[in-house]
């Protein structure tokens, strides 16, 4: 999972065009060897699953020389690729981008190959799932990223922790309670005032999950703030506030060593459950919480997505058309589904989501449900890309996260408004 490396940005542009910042390891060393081999290098962070795939590639291509630069969090990473964007070397001939950076990149499309124009013809859009391929494609047509995974979002939740609140947990009642975000948090009143406790883990993530449904995000599609203008923002933000106050959040931080502690105990009933946070339920809730966490195909407003990324070709690239052809190979549907086996990672390809390998996969930890088959039809259920420009995802991290945990901590919901208010203001000018 890579989305739990969130937007950490510093106008590193910027910073770089102003004091002419250089960097190491550019492309311009990835030329042909001795051997006549020509050497490419690709660029990723935490996990991908490419470490069997980059060898199988090279015996495939016995012209080929791969050197994979992997970075441990994503926030470095992303750092380190605005910055060698900036100062125009230092990039590898392909680079992952995260989906949550890629509003900061997509505009520059004189910084990287049109994929439609250097990539294999035969690698066509419909690889993808519509919003999957069109959320890497530029204002101006330019098609920047292949897709690679993607984040389908569905709920997971303590079936043992509502039985003790006296709540029904057959299929049909849990999905009720997941129908809409009215009645999510209409269930999450029952529940804390049935126990006392609390309903979910976060403001944040849950509203986050609210803004990722709108057609557009902070900022319209002709780029202007959008925090005020858009209704459905404040909407969202009233109705998780009032949920707040109510006292349905357990008030963590997502990823901290508080939050991560809650899991072991019982400190909330629901998450917010892109595919990958499968993996993070398990590890931080222990094999002694096994059997007691369940997910379901059901999510209020119908779907969403968290997470997932691109892979692009720099113009730094001196083989832009043979990086091309590595990252079209290593987002076909066969090699996805390799990617998923190793890491968990989930394909955005048409064929990878029909896959019987991808469809009969199932999870013990949760009770043995067919996961594969459940993200897939969650996958479906996303409409179309949220358009996210510049800046979008510093607002999620530097105004409204901030200013949800401020009314967490007692800060009235008007307040904390304000505060996101004033905060995206200087984001965006």
């Known amino acids: 999972m890579r989305s739990n490396q969130r937007r950490v940005f510093a106008g590193a542009i910027a910073l770089a065009a102003a004091v002419g910042l250089t960097a190491c390891g550019s492309s311009d060393d990835s030329g042909g060897s001795d051997s006549g081999k020509i050497e490419l290098s690709i660029g990723t962070f935490t996990e991908f699953g490419y470490e069997d795939l980059i060898p199988e590639y090279e015996k495939l291509h016995s012209n080929i020389k791969i050197t994979h630069h992997k970075t441990g969090q994503g926030g470095p990473y992303h750092q380190q690729l605005l910055t060698k964007l900036a100062a125009g070397n230092g990039l590898e001939d392909v680079v992952a981008i995260e989906e949550g950076h890629i509003s900061d990149v997509i505009d520059k499309t004189q910084l990287f190959n049109n994929l439609a124009d250097i990539g294999p013809k035969d690698v066509k859009p419909d690889r993808w799932i519509d919003w999957k391929y069109q959320a890497g494609v530029a204002k101006d047509g330019a098609w920047i990223g292949y897709g690679t995974d993607i984040g389908p979002l569905a709920m997971c939740y303590r079936k043992d922790l509502l039985e003790a609140a006296h709540m029904a947990t057959d299929d049909a009642s849990v999905k009720g309670y997941f129908a809409s975000w009215d009645s999510y948090f209409a269930a999450g009143d029952q529940y804390t005032k049935a126990t006392g406790k609390p309903w979910f883990d976060s403001a944040s993530q849950v509203f986050n999950a609210m803004q990722n449904q709108l057609d557009e995000g902070y900022i319209s599609k002709d780029d202007k703030l959008a925090i005020e203008s858009n209704k459905d923002i404040k909407r969202n933000w009233d109705k998780v506030t009032a949920a707040v106050k109510g006292g349905q959040s357990a008030k963590l931080v997502a990823f901290s060593p508080d939050w991560n502690a809650a899991f072991k105990q019982s400190g909330f009933v629901t998450k917010t459950c892109p595919s990958w946070m499968l993996g993070v339920v398990k590890e931080q809730a222990g094999p002694e919480n096994a059997g007691k966490w369940a997910v379901t195909d ?124 004033d905060a995206a203001k200087k984001i965006v000018k």
């Open 298 to 421: 059901a999510f209020p407003g119908g779907g969403g997505n968290w997470g997932g990324s691109y892979l692009a070709v720099p113009k730094q690239s001196k083989h832009p058309k043979e990086a091309a052809a590595l990252a079209a190979w290593l987002t076909a549907p066969e090699q996805q589904i390799k990617a998923f086996a190793k890491t968990g990672n989930f394909p955005s390809q048409v064929e990878a989501l029909d896959s019987p390998e991808l469809l009969g996969t199932t999870n013990d930890y949760f009770g043995g449900v067919k996961t594969g088959q459940l993200f897939a039809t969650m996958a479906q259920k996303v409409g179309k890309a949220q358009y996210k420009g510049p800046g979008d995802g510093k607002i999620q991290e530097n105004a409204t996260s901030p200013a949800l945990q401020a009314v967490e901590q007692g800060k009235s919901p008007e307040e904390g408004w304000q505060q996101a208010v």
